[in-house]
């Protein structure tokens, strides 16, 4: 049986630390009504541990939507035409799977 990746508790995007903090989803869901969030001020993303705990793919959609949102501030992408926000996306997602290998490990066995 395979050992069950965790998520890392941050990953690196250009010279920030963005941590991934999992809180309990009465208050992910029912208090902020969400399933995650960005916060650029504190360099966090805050995920329905929930839903990670379960896992598969919409663990991973959930943490990869919460990562773009994290582009999108770093790039200051608000305004930019199409081609330039999925330019910068795909450069820095590609960033973000080169530089954080405990979070591309986690992915990909979420995905299997």
Same mark, same amino acid.
């Given at each position: 049986m395979t050992k069950k990746v965790e998520l890392p508790e941050f990953i690196r995007l250009s010279h920030y630390r963005i941590t991934l903090e =999992?809180?309990? &989803? $009465?208050? &992910?869901e029912e208090c902020a009504e969400q399933q995650g969030s960005f916060h650029s001020r504190t360099m966090r993303i805050y995920l329905d541990q929930d839903i990670i705990a379960q896992g598969g793919s919409i663990?991973? #959609?959930l943490v990869k939507h919460e990562i773009l949102h994290a582009i999108y501030?770093?790039? =200051?992408? #608000?305004?930019?035409? $199409? $081609? #330039?926000?999925v330019n910068s996306m795909a450069t820095h997602y590609t960033e973000i799977e080169k530089n954080n290998p405990d979070y591309v490990r986690w992915k990909l066995q979420n995905l299997n």
């Open positions: =999992q809180i309990p &989803s $009465e208050i &992910s663990a991973v #959609d501030y770093v790039r =200051q992408l #608000d305004g930019k035409g $199409e $081609e #330039d926000v």
